[in-house]
């Protein structure tokens, strides 16, 4: 394609920078071939003109189109050239916040710097399973590409993960091995993979150390090969390291630190254990403040040296072996601070200070001697042929030396904790693949490179030359894939630079030949370099101003080396003298690591090590030292990094290059200079240029259709998709070497994208001009019409206002008129009314005068009335009281007086030992007395009240005749008074008259004048009034709304509240279910893994003859259940429990805690039983001995004595039965604390044993005494009644006794023959059927038996009444008799109370004594309650037992006893059989039950023929028999035997959803039938009377609900991962890719991770796919007739994993971020929310689940622009979380030019809005969170005895009953 079409007006180019390295531009006009400049506008809007070169005619790289900028893949990128990747990560890292970038690849990580909420386990749930491509780039998508190659291909694979110090390497190695933990797991119990990520805290505690480009350096290559056994779980690992940078333990440059360890420990060293040490502040020890800078800001050392001791307990590495680390590591440190003195006089000689203190506690700390350490820290040994000279060496050596011993030591410990790391990680089991993690450094050049630098790039050479052989390889796979011509692609190769190196004569070579000169020296090194290598390879150079450095130009960049000190480190020089008295320690770690066995000097276990130092010594031949030891460092490196190749080589390598943003470590800054010095570094531009190469855009057919569909003409489209891009591509693009076409891709060399792209733009370009023409046009007709139609009604409405602008002043003309008459009216009308009223208030002045004159003489004289009344009754009164104080007080000193002597011959009687002798002989006499004087004071006390009211009535008389004559004589006074003042009082009378007359007269005037003045103040009055009052009304008006308002407000905070708090208690109570379901779950996930262990022990372990086979998938429940079903047994079946631990061998499973509990707590209850046996012996007692006088005098001595003597029996046996059972008890605390292994409790162990025999003896025991309990109780019953009836007993039979009699037999054999007794003795002889021919005799016989019978009936029930009267009578002279001593003590205790106190305690006593006699009548009443149920239950049961005996005791009497009985012709009417709804079974069909009914049953026919339920009704039917025949045992191993069943076979199907949907419900519908038939009355509201005959009779299954109902949860929660396994596939393609809508979005071009299609081809989900999983999911549901309550809750959960995991993905993927997918989003949530309404399930919640996705999706679409539209965001996404909105608008990308992208403002303006928004800092969704399941009570109406079993079922064996 010309230039001249591409570089045109308005396209945008890169244009170098010093500051920026490129910078855009837009070009101004077209260029045309030949022209020598660019005229340019930058987009600061300055204009430019950049040169072109005359020469190369190289025009500026052009730059991507906007909606390609910010791809996640690098090579998706139309234009492949530096700025376009250098632009494409800082748009991802500075507006995005995406760290990650694919290259192709190479897994691009810049540092942020930040701590970033992309690395917990959501993230890894995530990506888990996930292809590389179809979510966002991450470490864990290459560790899941990684982990998933491995097992597909059974190759062994490599993470290579590379970059300069500060880049990340080593947290990304870290991540990716936290990732291969979590995901595989441990294939032990060893937990190989904490130990794996717990060598990460070690090895950087010894390896890292803060540099001035990172704080965590590592300063050391490593490679951890993670093995994997055959299932992919981890079990082990092992480690390599490469080239320690020994020299930091001794020197640091500014600002930077040694490492960790060394800091930990001085932070560390105010601990005990640390004391001896003899630590300080690292700013005190030499090798620690070399840089200046001990601290590093956020750090604490202490805490970190926390966690490097628990790492290195959990590798195995123990206490003493820690402390022998760390001392040899504070040695270091000392060793560090001595001080070595040069001689003055001699300077060739050094010394150290005597008693120099550092020295002293590094011999001390290592246990070697002082004396020989300072003699040869100064001092050297040389060795000639016959002598050996001991020389002391100058200061500079010595300190040398002492150095290289310190780096020496370091790098011994170093090598010592790998190899133990190592030992400790390695695998128990053959490892059958593995992944190496290799974190290694990357290409270094500072302004002095040294050594390691050296062989720093040298690594980097090699991994470069494999990584540029990778990608040549992949791309030549991929084009031989398709099958498309390809060109040899032209790529860099580094060979010549490596052999410059390595080869022969090379650097390496020259170097150790000049090692083992005895005169080399660097100088002498660097002239071979120079006379070998320069001018003879264009990669060696040397510098101009240096003779002792060299150039070589590596891939990166040229290096510049100081030859000065290349031979001393290549050497690593030790001296042997040192080391011999190191070798002579103490400490036992030190002799260790100086051993000459290879585990103590190569802790990798024969890898070499290059940070090992040589033992040199100045004659080898004398000490004949290893071939090991005679290589250099750098040969050792070599080997290694060759090893190191080799490993790679046979591995599938998986490329992470960490970049560092820049050098002041500022969170998301991005610095273009140091960035695109490391991408041409790390070989990302090398593999950008080797893609550009060949065809870097890659579509498919279908993406190219439909992306370019636009640019295709109708005709040009074709049937064939192949075909039409074709025709479309060769009218497009006319050059064919720009494109290929492939078996199923378009290949597209650079830039050819970009060229499409801009064709489609502006062919959209043009049709949106179009459209807005059009739009246009019409929008000005529009407005055109708009306003000749408002022309036209504003003419017509102004015609009209004319119009009645006239009519109105004719009405108004009238009106006046008609206004003037009324006014006139009016006036004359209220001059009427004044004048009447003014006369009216005159007359009504005058009549009130006169009416209140009369009213006050009225008033007067019944005021003296009423005075006088009052007078006389107050003396009435106080007379009365003065007379009835003193009679109560002379009654109140007599009764004192006769309590004193009362009380004081109680005190004689009480001291008297005679009376205490009294009462307990003669009780009944005493009673007799107090009955005695108790009628005594109640004749007194009436006599005292008849004589009371005698003197009452006297005193009435008196009263009554003094009255009258009191009355007469206050008359006679009066009237003489009133006679002789009446004269005087009428002449003043008439002189008061005479002068109130005259005031009258004058008062009148001034009323008058008054009357005027009060009129006017009236009239101002009531209008000031009138005011105040129309102020006041308006005040209560707005009174009253401010309190309405109030209390509305009041009402609704309250309701506010009361939600809150509601919604609260609800969210409370749904993480208590949740907590209790998630236990629920893990047990059930425990019970499977040790289910699955057992297997896998069963197969391991060979299988001895006659064992046998049993199942693996019985539960603990199971064993549960059995252990107490065999504790409850029958005793007389001790064979049927052997069968059975013989047929379940696994439940004899180990005794643990939870059975001793469970046996303690039934000892517990054993002597609660006891108790309270004895409680009622007490009371049977008290009741013997209250009424034994009774039956002393009624001669009934016999029978209570052999009562009292089976009570007494009774009590010693269970006293006996309790001691035996606290012995056994005891021996079982000593069997088990004796021995508390494991081993003890297991099978066939002593306690065992022990345990076993103690239940079996105690269920006997049990049951022994219960049979003889009933035996003595018969035989006393029978003895009482025989002495009491002895001659009635002979002829008369009575009915009572023979039903007490039946009750107590225990089978239908004992009842036969009772019966056939009893018919026996009442069968009349044959003599009487001789005398009796006609009958008549035998007839008499009948009626007189009858007779008797019925009066033997009424006189028993009269002795019983009469018994119980009597026994009541004694109770109450009991209860009289504790009253009155109640009453005694009480009255003694109030004697010495105050008066006021004495009232208070007789008014509590009287209330304690109401209460405890009303808790007593509540006790009778429950007591009675619970007897007549009881009673109830039993006569049933007995009636229906003796009906059936008389029913089938015809079948088992002879022909000859049935030819003695008078027969009478009876007419039998046959019933139809009245079935109870219950199914009998015998107990060795019970497997066959479960069998059939569970196990081999399919739910398919069952859900579609028969009633929903069935198996559940079954069931519960023949539990109701168990229950009715009143068999516990069969109860238990029913349930049990169905719990196990249930789960078995939803073990063996546990992925099939029609199964585990149909036994969830058939369980909740069991559980539905346990709680509706039980009895409780909560449960029994809805149930039919039919219904509640059916109820459970004898057991209570509450705690086998409870059991059933976390078996359903259990269910409930395989259901839900079942649907979600289902589901999981289609959710992202029908939710996200698919385009349900077609057209609305294009596809992007992908790179070369490319994504999942989102177009639907076959075998992809759609919406409708989803959909149809729905229907078949809810039609399966109701098929098996499950609750719609829980139907409900199923699609909630449904609903909630749809929209879980589509916005996880949404989150997860920039390229579904767009306004389009919002709209695809929208619509498919709607077509849920559709289902949801023809389903009717709006009301379960699930669409409150999809609300994120909702917001999420609207997110996508709403404007993104100004701070209103952040404000309208932050108040629609409540659902969201801050984290996942700013999220969405980071990854927020447009499709089409036409969008534009969200700012950075305004995200930050969203951040700051929603800071004060407490929520969770979690970006994903839980997709595993399951909702608590409950189960509500759901009766049902189905009648059981309506219930029939079809044929099919293979139930026959089932009897209805």
């Known amino acids: 394609m010309a230039a001249s079409e591409l570089f045109t007006k308005f396209a945008r180019v890169w244009i170098p920078d010093t500051e920026d390295v490129w910078k855009?531009?837009?070009?101004?006009?077209?260029?045309?071939?030949?022209?020598?400049?660019?005229?340019?506008?930058?987009?600061?809007?300055?204009?430019?003109?950049?040169?072109?070169?005359?020469?190369?005619?190289?025009?500026?790289?052009?730059?991507?189109?906007?909606?390609?900028?910010?791809?996640?893949?690098?090579?998706?990128?139309?234009?492949?050239?530096?700025?376009?990747v250098l632009h494409n990560l800082k748009v991802r890292f500075m507006d995005s916040k995406l760290i990650y970038t694919y290259c192709g690849i190479v897994l691009v990580a810049i540092n942020p710097y930040e701590q970033l909420p992309i690395y917990g386990e959501d993230i890894i749930n995530a990506y888990s399973g996930q292809n590389m491509g179809d979510m966002d780039p991450h470490i864990f998508a290459v560790a899941e590409e990684a982990y998933k190659q491995m097992a597909r291909d059974e190759r062994n694979q490599s993470i290579i993960v590379s970059g300069e110090s500060g880049a990340g390497k080593t947290v990304s190695a870290k991540y990716a091995m936290r990732y291969f933990a979590t995901v595989s797991g441990s294939a032990s119990e060893a937990n190989v993979e904490e130990k794996v990520l717990a060598s990460n805290p070690i090895m950087e505690s010894i390896g890292n150390a803060k540099t001035t480009r990172n704080d965590n350096s590592s300063r050391f290559g490593k490679y951890i090969e993670i093995g994997f056994d055959k299932r992919y779980r981890i079990i082990g690992a092992n480690m390599r390291t490469y080239l320690l940078e020994k020299s930091r333990v001794v020197f640091q440059a500014e600002d930077e630190r040694n490492y960790h360890i060394l800091y930990q420990l001085c932070a560390s060293k105010h601990l005990p254990e640390f004391k001896a040490l003899r630590l300080s502040h690292a700013q005190n020890f030499h090798y620690t403040n070399l840089g200046g800078s001990p601290v590093i800001e956020g750090i604490d050392d202490a805490k970190e040296m926390r966690n490097t001791r628990q790492a290195c307990s959990?590798?195995?590495?123990?206490?003493?072996?820690?402390?022998?680390?760390?001392?040899?590591?504070?040695?270091?440190?000392?060793?560090?601070?001595?001080?070595?003195?040069?001689?003055?006089?001699?300077?060739?000689?050094?010394?150290?200070?005597?008693?120099?203190?550092?020295?002293?506690?590094?011999?001390?700390?290592?246990?070697?001697?002082?004396?020989?350490?300072?003699?040869?820290?100064?001092?050297?040994?040389?060795?000639?042929?016959?002598?050996?000279?001991?020389?002391?060496?100058?200061?500079?050596?010595?300190?040398?030396?002492?150095?290289?011993?310190?780096?020496?030591?370091?790098?011994?410990?170093?090598?010592?904790?790998?190899?133990?790391?190592?030992?400790?990680?390695?695998?128990?089991?053959?490892?059958?693949?593995?992944?190496?993690?290799?974190?290694?450094?990357?290409?270094?050049?500072?302004?002095?490179?040294?050594?390691?630098?050296?062989?720093?790039?040298?690594?980097?050479?090699?991994?470069?030359?494999?990584?540029?052989?990778?990608?040549?390889?992949?791309?030549?796979?991929?084009?031989m894939k398709e099958q498309i011509p390809w060109t040899l692609i032209d790529f860099y190769d580094n060979q010549p630079c490596i052999n410059l190196i390595e080869a022969k004569l090379g650097i390496l070579d020259l170097l150790d030949e000049e090692c083992k000169m005895p005169r080399g020296s660097d100088d002498t090194w660097a002239q071979k370099l120079y006379n070998t290598h320069l001018n003879k390879t264009t990669l060696f150079h040397k510098p101009r101003l240096s003779n002792k450095a060299f150039i070589i130009q590596h891939f990166a960049d040229k290096v510049e080396y100081q030859c000065e000190g290349f031979l001393e480190k290549n050497k690593d020089t030790v001296y042997e003298e040192q080391i011999t008295v190191l070798k002579a320690s103490k400490l036992n770690l030190l002799a260790e690591l100086f051993h000459d066995e290879k585990p103590a000097t190569s802790p990798t276990e024969g890898r070499p090590s290059v940070a090992r130092a040589t033992v040199k010594s100045a004659k080898p031949r004398a000490l004949q030292p290893s071939k090991e030891h005679k290589k250099s460092v750098g040969h050792q490196f070599r080997n290694s990094l060759h090893l190191l190749m080799e490993t790679l080589n046979a591995t599938t390598p998986h490329y992470v290059r960490c970049i560092k943003p820049n050098d002041d470590k500022f969170a998301f800054t991005f610095d273009p200079k140091r960035a695109v010095q490391q991408l041409r570094a790390c070989g990302v531009l090398e593999t950008i240029r080797i893609s550009a190469a060949g065809f870097p855009s890659r579509w498919t057919y279908q993406e190219f259709f439909n992306r370019y569909r636009v640019l295709m003409k109708?005709?040009?489209?074709?049937?064939?998709?192949?075909?039409?891009?074709?025709?479309?591509?060769?009218?497009?693009?006319?050059?064919?070497?720009?494109?290929?076409?492939?078996?199923?891709?378009?290949?597209?060399?650079?830039?050819?994208?970009?060229?499409?792209?801009?064709?489609?733009?502006?062919?959209?370009?043009?049709?949106?001009?179009?459209?807005?023409?059009?739009?246009?046009?019409?929008?000005?007709?529009?407005?055109?019409?708009?306003?000749?139609?408002?022309?036209?009604?504003?003419?017509?409405?102004?015609?009209?206002?004319?119009?009645?602008?006239?009519?109105?002043?004719?009405?108004?003309?009238?009106?006046?008129?008609?206004?003037?008459?009324?006014?006139?009216?009016?006036?004359?009308?209220?001059?009427?009314?004044?004048?009447?009223?003014?006369?009216?208030?005159?007359?009504?002045?005058?009549?009130?005068?006169?009416?209140?004159?009369?009213f006050k003489a009225i008033l007067r004289e019944q005021k003296a009335i009423i005075l006088q009344k009052h007078v006389r009754s107050w003396m009435a009164r106080s007379k009365y009281k003065r007379t009835h104080h003193a009679i109560i007080y002379l009654q109140c000193c007599y009764r004192r007086m006769m309590a004193k002597r009362e009380l004081k011959k109680l005190k004689i009687e009480a001291r008297s030992v005679e009376h205490y002798k009294t009462l307990n002989i003669g009780m009944e006499n005493k009673i007799m007395q107090l009955q005695c004087k108790v009628n005594d004071q109640t004749k007194e006390m009436k006599s005292l009240l008849e004589k009371l009211s005698g003197l009452e009535t006297t005193y009435t008389n008196e009263t009554e005749k003094l009255r009258t004559e009191v009355d007469r004589l206050r008359a006679n006074e009066e009237s003489a008074k009133v006679s002789s003042n009446k004269i005087t009082s009428l002449m003043e009378e008439i002189v008061i008259l005479r002068r109130e007359l005259k005031e009258t007269q004058a008062q009148k005037k001034r009323l008058e004048e008054g009357a005027d003045k009060y009129k006017a103040e009236t009239d101002l009055m009531v209008s000031q009034l009138k005011e105040q009052n129309a102020l006041l009304k308006n005040e209560k008006e707005e009174l009253n709304r401010q309190i309405q308002e109030q209390a509305k407000e009041i009402t609704e905070s309250m309701e506010k509240r009361m939600e809150e708090e509601t919604k609260q208690l609800e969210i409370d109570l749904n993480d208590e279910r949740s907590r209790y379901q998630s236990l629920l779950n893990e047990f059930c996930r425990l019970e499977e893994r040790y289910d699955n262990l057992k297997e896998e022990i069963s197969l391991v372990n060979v299988t001895k003859p006659g064992h046998r086979r049993t199942d693996s998938t019985h539960s603990s429940n199971e064993s549960e259940y059995t252990y107490n079903s065999l504790l409850s047994s029958d005793p007389g079946e001790p064979e049927d429990g052997t069968r059975?631990?013989?047929?379940?061998?696994?439940?004899?499973?180990?005794?643990?805690?939870?059975?001793?509990?469970?046996?303690?707590?039934?000892?517990?209850?054993?002597?609660?039983?006891?108790?309270?046996?004895?409680?009622?012996?007490?009371?049977?007692?008290?009741?013997?001995?209250?009424?034994?006088?009774?039956?002393?005098?009624?001669?009934?001595?016999?029978?209570?004595?052999?009562?009292?003597?089976?009570?007494?029996?009774?009590?010693?046996?269970?006293?006996?039965?309790?001691?035996?059972?606290?012995?056994?008890?005891?021996?079982?605390?000593?069997?088990?604390?004796?021995?508390?292994?494991?081993?003890?409790?297991?099978?066939?162990s002593p306690a065992y044993k022990v345990l076993l025999d103690q239940l079996t003896a105690s269920s006997e025991e049990l049951e022994v005494r219960k049979e003889e309990v009933l035996i003595l109780r018969s035989q006393l019953v029978s003895q009482k009644e025989a002495m009491a009836h002895k001659e009635s007993k002979e002829t008369m039979t009575e009915p009572m006794v023979l039903l007490e009699d039946i009750c107590k037999m225990k089978d239908q054999g004992e009842i036969t023959q009772a019966y056939m007794g009893l018919k026996e003795t009442n069968r009349p002889s044959q003599d009487c059927h001789l005398l009796n021919e006609d009958g008549e005799l035998w007839m008499a016989y009948q009626g007189l038996k009858q007779t008797n019978r019925l009066l033997e009936s009424q006189l028993q029930g009269q002795k019983k009444n009469y018994e119980n009267e009597l026994e009541i009578l004694h109770g109450e002279v009991q209860n009289l008799k504790e009253e009155i001593n109640r009453q005694q003590q009480l009255l003694a205790q109030n004697l010495q109370l105050p008066p006021e106190a004495r009232i208070e305690a007789s008014l509590q006593h009287e209330i304690t004594r109401l209460t405890n006699e009303n808790l007593d009548l509540m006790e009778q009443l429950e007591k009675q309650d619970k007897t007549v149920r009881k009673l109830k239950k039993q006569l049933k049961v007995f009636a229906k037992k003796i009906g059936e005996l008389e029913v089938g005791q015809t079948e088992n009497v002879s022909p000859a006893q049935l030819a003695d009985e008078p027969i009478r012709p009876v007419n039998i009417p046959r019933k139809e059989k009245d079935f109870q709804g219950m199914l009998e079974y015998k107990k060795d069909d019970e497997l066959k039950l479960i069998k059939n009914l569970i196990l081999e049953l399919k739910p398919r026919g069952v859900a579609v023929n028969l009633i929903p339920g069935l198996p559940a009704y079954i069931l519960f039917m023949c539990v109701r028999h168990a229950d009715y025949i009143n068999d516990d045992q069969r109860v238990r191993s029913l349930l049990t035997s169905t719990i196990n069943g249930i789960k078995k076979i939803l073990k063996k199907r546990s992925d099939d959803f029609e199964i585990v949907s149909f036994w969830l419900s058939n369980t909740c519908r069991f559980l539905h039938c346990?709680?509706?038939?039980?009895?409780?009355?909560?449960?029994?509201?809805?149930?039919?009377?039919?219904?509640?005959?059916?109820?459970?009779?004898?057991?209570?299954?509450?705690?086998?609900?409870?059991?059933?109902?976390?078996?359903?949860?259990?269910?409930?929660?395989?259901?839900?991962?079942?649907?979600?396994?289902?589901?999981?596939?289609?959710?992202?393609?029908?939710?996200?890719?698919?385009?349900?809508?077609?057209?609305?979005?294009?596809?992007?071009?992908?790179?070369?991770?490319?994504?999942?299609?989102?177009?639907?081809?076959?075998?992809?989900?759609?919406?409708?796919?989803?959909?149809?999983?729905?229907?078949?999911?809810?039609?399966?549901?109701?098929?098996?007739?499950?609750?719609?309550?829980?139907?409900?809750?199923?699609?909630?959960?449904?609903?909630?994993?749809?929209?879980?995991?589509?916005?996880?993905?949404?989150?997860?993927?920039?390229?579904?971020?767009?306004?389009?997918?919002?709209?695809?989003?929208?619509?498919?949530?709607?077509?849920?929310?559709?289902?949801?309404?023809?389903?009717?399930?709006?009301?379960?919640?699930?669409?409150?689940?999809?609300?994120?996705?909702?917001?999420?999706?609207?997110?996508?679409?709403?404007?993104?622009?100004?701070?209103?539209?952040?404000?309208?965001?932050?108040?629609?996404?409540?659902?969201?979380?801050?984290?996942?909105?700013?999220?969405?608008l980071n990854l927020y990308t447009p499709v089409n030019e036409f969008e534009e992208r969200v700012t950075a403002s305004f995200i930050r303006t969203i951040q700051v809005r929603l800071q004060n928004r407490k929520d969770s800092p979690q970006l994903l969704m839980d997709a595993k969170h399951i909702f608590p399941v409950t189960f509500p009570f759901n009766p049902s109406s189905l009648a059981l005895e309506s219930i029939q079993i079809p044929s099919s079922m293979n139930l026959g064996f089932l009897l209805r009953v």
């Open 24 to 84: 855009s531009a837009e070009l101004l006009k077209d260029y045309k071939p030949g022209d020598t400049v660019l005229h340019l506008k930058l987009e600061d809007d300055k204009e430019t003109q950049h040169k072109i070169d005359p020469q190369t005619k190289e025009l500026p790289p052009l730059r991507n189109p906007d909606i390609l900028v910010g791809e996640n893949d690098l090579t998706a990128l139309s234009y492949l050239h530096e700025p376009a």
């Open 314 to 479: 959990l590798l195995g590495i123990n206490e003493s072996y820690q402390m022998g680390i760390f001392h040899i590591l504070a040695a270091v440190l000392h060793l560090g601070n001595v001080a070595i003195k040069s001689n003055e006089r001699d300077a060739d000689n050094c010394f150290i200070l005597p008693n120099t203190e550092h020295l002293i506690i590094f011999c001390d700390l290592l246990g070697v001697d002082y004396e020989q350490m300072a003699h040869w820290l100064c001092h050297r040994k040389i060795v000639t042929g016959s002598e050996t000279y001991i020389k002391p060496m100058p200061k500079f050596q010595a300190i040398n030396a002492r150095d290289a011993l310190a780096k020496h030591i370091y790098a011994s410990v170093f090598n010592w904790i790998v190899h133990h790391v190592n030992k400790a990680l390695h695998a128990s089991i053959k490892q059958h693949s593995f992944i190496g993690v290799l974190d290694i450094y990357g290409f270094e050049t500072f302004e002095i490179n040294s050594f390691e630098q050296f062989c720093i790039n040298y690594a980097n050479e090699k991994l470069q030359q494999q990584f540029n052989m990778h990608v040549f390889k992949l791309e030549q796979e991929e084009y």
């Open 714 to 854: 109708q005709k040009d489209v074709l049937s064939d998709k192949k075909l039409t891009c074709r025709n479309v591509l060769e009218k497009l693009i006319k050059d064919q070497d720009k494109y290929q076409f492939g078996k199923t891709k378009i290949f597209f060399r650079a830039g050819q994208v970009a060229y499409l792209e801009k064709l489609r733009a502006d062919k959209l370009r043009a049709a949106c001009i179009r459209i807005q023409k059009t739009i246009r046009s019409w929008l000005q007709r529009k407005k055109y019409l708009r306003m000749r139609k408002a022309a036209i009604t504003i003419q017509r409405y102004v015609r009209g206002y004319q119009a009645k602008c006239y009519a109105q002043f004719l009405r108004r003309t009238r009106a006046a008129i008609l206004i003037q008459k009324f006014q006139r009216m009016y006036s004359a009308w209220q001059k009427f009314l004044r004048i009447r009223s003014a006369t009216i208030v005159i007359q009504s002045f005058v009549r009130g005068f006169r009416g209140r004159r009369q």
């Open 1140 to 1244: 059975r631990m013989e047929e379940f061998p696994e439940q004899k499973g180990a005794l643990d805690m939870s059975l001793f509990l469970k046996l303690q707590k039934r000892v517990s209850e054993l002597e609660q039983e006891k108790q309270a046996l004895q409680e009622e012996l007490d009371r049977k007692e008290d009741q013997a001995l209250r009424s034994k006088a009774k039956e002393a005098e009624d001669q009934g001595v016999k029978a209570r004595g052999a009562e009292l003597e089976y009570e007494s029996l009774k009590r010693q046996e269970l006293e006996s039965e309790n001691k035996k059972l606290k012995n056994e008890l005891n021996e079982l605390h000593r069997a088990l604390s004796e021995k508390a292994s494991p081993a003890v409790t297991a099978p066939g």
């Open 1570 to 1784: 346990l709680k509706q038939y039980s009895g409780e009355e909560a449960f029994m509201k809805h149930n039919t009377p039919r219904q509640n005959d059916h109820c459970l009779r004898n057991f209570d299954l509450a705690e086998y609900r409870q059991v059933i109902s976390d078996l359903a949860i259990q269910i409930y929660q395989q259901l839900t991962k079942v649907m979600e396994n289902v589901l999981q596939p289609m959710i992202v393609s029908g939710m996200l890719e698919h385009e349900t809508i077609q057209g609305v979005s294009g596809l992007k071009p992908t790179g070369l991770r490319k994504r999942t299609s989102s177009v639907a081809d076959e075998g992809t989900y759609t919406l409708d796919s989803i959909v149809r999983q729905l229907n078949n999911f809810h039609s399966t549901m109701c098929q098996h007739g499950m609750d719609p309550e829980l139907i409900k809750q199923i699609v909630k959960q449904m609903f909630y994993i749809i929209g879980s995991v589509t916005l996880n993905n949404l989150l997860l993927r920039k390229d579904m971020c767009s306004w389009s997918k919002g709209m695809q989003i929208r619509y498919n949530v709607s077509q849920l929310e559709e289902w949801l309404r023809d389903k009717n399930l709006q009301t379960s919640g699930a669409k409150e689940t999809l609300e994120p996705l909702i917001q999420a999706a609207q997110l996508l679409q709403v404007k993104k622009k100004t701070d209103e539209d952040a404000e309208a965001i932050c108040s629609m996404c409540s659902a969201l979380t801050t984290a996942q909105i700013v999220k969405v």
